[in-house]
């Protein structure tokens, strides 16, 4: 099993920044691709932005230029740095993570618990 644990999450005022993090339990367990996703009221949950094992990133185009993802692979943490924040990035923020049993092929998929980040307008 990978366990998830989002932090960062708050309320902010629009223009400003927060940094999310969500550190993984691993265990077995090698983790490839991570991922951001966001849930608003009554909307989809979307991706934001990825990241592989060796850090290739990629974003939906709403958040480019403002949120870098990053990632500690020694700490099995990845981050997202959002700026420039704006009230439609209002939502729960999800972490996600793919991963498989060193030495098997098979991938397994998780999800964190979210957490919520708030901009004010």
């Known amino acids: 099993q990978v366990q998830l644990v989002e932090s960062g999450g708050g309320l902010v005022q629009a223009g400003g920044s927060l940094r999310l993090s969500c550190a993984a339990s691993?265990?077995?367990?090698?983790?490839?691709?991570m991922a951001w996703y966001r849930q608003a009221p009554g909307k989809q949950r979307e991706l934001v932005g990825l990241i592989t094992s060796s850090g290739g990133t990629n974003y939906v185009d709403s958040v480019k230029g403002r949120f870098t993802i990053s990632r500690d692979n020694y700490k099995n943490t990845m981050y997202l740095q959002m700026n420039s924040l704006k009230p439609e990035d209002t939502a729960v923020y999800y972490c996600?993570?793919?991963?498989?049993?060193?030495?098997?092929?098979?991938?397994?998929?998780?999800w964190g618990q979210g957490t919520q980040v708030t901009v004010s307008s």
């Open positions: 691993t265990g077995r367990f090698s983790i490839n691709v």
């Open positions: 996600h993570a793919e991963a498989k049993i060193v030495g098997t092929p098979t991938l397994y998929l998780y």
